[in-house]
């Protein structure tokens, strides 16, 4: 068994509270309300935002032992830069305030998350960031295609509005083959901190979640 694979499996139970969201049990069932995919899509610009800058920070922090890696994370950074722009034109094509997303502070599950993200590199073992990079494509590649199309289906919204979903749903299925490549070349050592990481980061993310308002109670009004 590959370690991508082992790390599948010995995620799994903290991956199930990512995918306990009620708003994505909702999502997969088609009931999708017009503020909670904006919401989703606001939180997802929140934390987007950074993935180069904290790209570019790792880059710098690896050590030499992990030098190896560094034309890897320069790879990353040339296809993730400006995806958070994709963001803010999906939340204008649903109708939603783009300007004002950018410039709004992020709700706090992903404000934690980012900032967990960023002590990790700078405090931790850099090597364990790419257990951020393991929660957030393979989430992408399990989900954004299939929800894409029923939030679509829901909606009636335009292609324009899933530019994020649909390009990082492709993306991602390319992304984590290379990803489970550098995973099999770490030591143990490194391995396992990619391990520790995946299951903070599957409660982290799963929190942004969580947080979302779900279609019941964006319905009952309670929600804006």
């Not at 306990?20 to 919401?39: F, H, K, N, W």
């Amino acid at each position: 068994m590959s370690f991508y694979d082992q790390l599948k499996s010995t995620t799994a139970e903290a991956r199930s509270h990512l995918l306990s969201a009620p708003i994505l049990t909702d999502c997969l069932q088609g009931r999708v309300e017009l503020d909670s995919y904006r919401a989703f899509l606001a939180q997802a610009y929140h934390h987007v935002r950074h993935t180069t800058p904290l790209l570019m920070t790792l880059g710098g922090r690896l050590p030499e032992r992990l030098g190896w890696m560094r034309k890897a994370v320069a790879e990353y950074i040339e296809e993730e830069i400006g995806h958070e722009e994709w963001i803010l034109d999906d939340i204008a094509a649903a109708g939603g305030d783009a300007d004002a997303v950018r410039n709004s502070r992020p709700d706090l599950p992903a404000e934690i998350m980012v900032a967990y993200a960023y002590d990790l590199i700078n405090r931790g073992n850099p090597a364990g960031f790419f257990g951020m990079v393991f929660v957030l494509e393979g989430t992408s590649v399990d989900l954004a295609l299939t929800a894409a199309d029923r939030i679509q289906e829901a909606l009636k919204l335009p292609d324009q509005a899933f530019s994020y979903l649909r390009s990082h749903g492709t993306l991602d299925q390319e992304h984590t083959q290379h990803l489970a490549r550098l995973l099999d070349q770490m030591t143990p050592e490194d391995q396992a901190d990619v391990v520790h990481a995946a299951r903070v980061f599957f409660k982290l993310y799963g929190d942004i979640f969580h947080a979302l308002p779900a279609a019941a109670v964006v319905a009952s009004g309670t929600c804006n």
